[in-house]
């Protein structure tokens, strides 16, 4: 992270801090997604197990239960997927935090107005050290690219009153079929 604080002499009553971000999560305990070409999916390599031994398959059938069999070592097995949960996903995001405050000072109140938010310029995230990185930012589930929060308080001899609004900036919903755009909202 790098980060900026700004307080003007000529507008004491003003502060602004900016911060950029950059993160890298390695080994993420992460779910392997099941998809249907998973047996021949190169991303997905590091979780299936093609011509496994016996002792794979009754290691991966230790435990099941099938109804109508008692085991599942007698089935004719010719991959085991194993999407257990595992220390394996990475996730890069970067992106700019700000927050700014003003106070103005009346006769006997102030009102204090403020501005936070962040933008995230990438989300990528990869489930395997073979898979590709996935740009997820503003999809369904995942964070949004931009997203602000606007306040005013009012304060005078110990009362306070305010108020918020916050700002979503709009994301695609690529689970729907056809893909869609999701407005923003205020």
Known sequence: TAGLDFEPANLPNLSLALTYFDTHFRDRRDVPRFTQDILVNPTMADVVVHSPTAAQIAAACDGVRLVG????????????????????????????????????????????FGLSGTKLFRFETAESPDSPELE?????????????????QWKRRGFTAGTHVSYYDGYRDTASVPQRHVNSWT
């Not at 949960?85 to 109140?109: E, M, P």
């Not at 997820?136 to 005013?152: A, C, E, F, K, Y």
């Open 69 to 112: 069999l008692s085991s599942c070592t007698g089935l004719p097995i010719s991959a085991i997927a194993d999407l257990r949960v595992r220390n394996s996903a990475y996730v890069h995001t970067d992106g700019v935090d700000l927050n700014a405050q003003y106070t103005l000072h009346l006769d006997s109140s102030s009102l204090l």
């Open 136 to 152: 997820l930012v503003s999809t369904q589930s995942n964070p949004i690219d931009l997203r602000l929060l606007g306040s005013l």
